[in-house]
């Protein structure tokens, strides 16, 4: 996993940290600073993308958009970590946005966020990587900006349930007047010729800013569960442990959610990220109902639609921060997790 960006007691960062989960359910760390971002960002959204090297070895591309600085510098433009320099640009500035990758990995797709006037969008982008003629680097290229939401929303999450089929939920709509939203819709992307979403049922608690992803409950993958944990249920910054979950079997969706067990601390604009293999969900950073910032890390996992249990890792952030970026890349083994500061040519998957 990979932790980039976000906001700490000190102000936003560019700092990205490393941790992988190991089957015996540990965890380990490490900071790279040749992975940073070139700019000290928050609410920022990205994915781990994938492109080929000059040699022809898949290379992992992790890729951060949009964000703000110090809450007022909207920003629209696309880093590789480790880069300076953009690698591409969104049609206008997105904070809050939501991200997924799609198309086996080489294109990302960029939904919503709210503008320099503070006002939530329903545009999208969708960025493909091509090669660069002039040298060796890639870069983002926008081929669609066609899709629209089916509201204006920011915080919102998004996850894909399988290769084509794409799931909406959560979020702020702040256009004429401020919501936050239960609803939960999805949109077959493999059908662009009627692009048209599909409403769902709704959560059982409007929530936004709240973290999510989507389990695999079987060794087949037929049976899964969407998770929306935490976040907040207002706009007076009321934060929720509360868990919705929505069990998937084969391509049917339940007709309603049911609360799964409760958070060990309620959070809001934590990072999540989903393991590779689907079986854990992994959630970190955040701030608390204290206004606090945290570091802690937790994991949730289920055995069962009705076995799913909270466990808090044994190690933490290397300081606390919320409104991070998180991706997820292959699996490194534990005597490749650097013992110091790691430099990128000890990552080899990220070329």
């Excluded at 190991?22 to 994915?47: E, S, V, W």
């Excluded at 969104?90 to 904070?95: C, I, S």
């Excluded at 010729?193 to 059982?204: C, D, F, K, N, T």
């Excluded at 300081?319 to 040519?345: A, C, E, I, T, W």
Aim: proline share 4%; glycine share 8%.
């Amino acid at each position: 996993m990979l932790f980039a960006t976000g906001h700490s007691d000190n102000g936003d960062v560019s700092d990205t940290e490393l941790m992988t989960v190991f089957n015996n359910g540990t965890l380990a760390k490490c900071i790279t600073p040749n992975l940073q971002a070139p700019l000290p960002l928050q609410d920022a959204t990205g994915g781990m993308m994938l492109t080929l090297s000059s040699k022809g070895d898949l290379v992992h591309m992790p890729v951060v958009c949009g964000g703000w600085l110090a809450r007022t510098d909207y920003k629209k433009h696309c880093y590789r970590l480790g880069q300076s320099s953009p690698i591409g640009t969104l049609t206008r500035e997105r904070v809050g946005a939501v991200s997924v990758v799609i198309n086996n990995g080489n294109r990302l797709w960029v939904t919503g966020g709210r503008t320099i006037y503070d006002i939530d969008q329903d545009t999208t982008d969708i960025l493909d990587i091509s090669p660069d003629k002039e040298s060796s680097d890639p870069h983002l290229v926008l081929t669609d900006s066609s899709i629209r939401l089916p509201r204006k929303i920011s915080y919102h999450c998004l996850e894909m349930l399988d290769s084509t089929t794409a799931f909406l939920f959560g979020g702020s709509e702040k256009y004429y007047k401020a919501s936050v939203l239960n609803r939960s819709w999805t949109l077959d992307l493999g059908n662009y010729e009627s692009v048209e979403w599909e409403q769902r049922a709704s959560m059982l608690e409007p929530r936004w800013k709240h973290s999510c992803g989507v389990l695999r409950v079987d060794e087949e993958g037929q049976r899964k569960l969407v998770v929306a944990a935490g976040g907040e249920v207002d706009y007076v910054g009321q934060i929720t442990d509360t868990v919705d979950v929505l069990h998937i079997k084969g391509k049917s969706l339940s007709k309603s959610w049911q609360f799964g067990p409760s958070m060990k601390v309620a959070l809001s604009s934590a990072v999540s990220v989903t393991t590779s293999d689907q079986l854990k969900l992994i959630v970190a950073g955040g701030i608390t109902v204290r206004e606090e910032l945290s570091a802690m890390v937790f994991q949730f996992q289920c055995r069962d639609i009705d076995l799913c249990h909270w466990k808090q890792m044994d190690v933490s952030l290397y300081y606390p921060r919320d409104s991070m970026v998180g991706m997820v890349f292959p699996g490194l083994k534990k005597d490749q997790m650097p013992n110091s500061p790691g430099k990128l040519h000890e990552f080899p998957l990220f070329g």
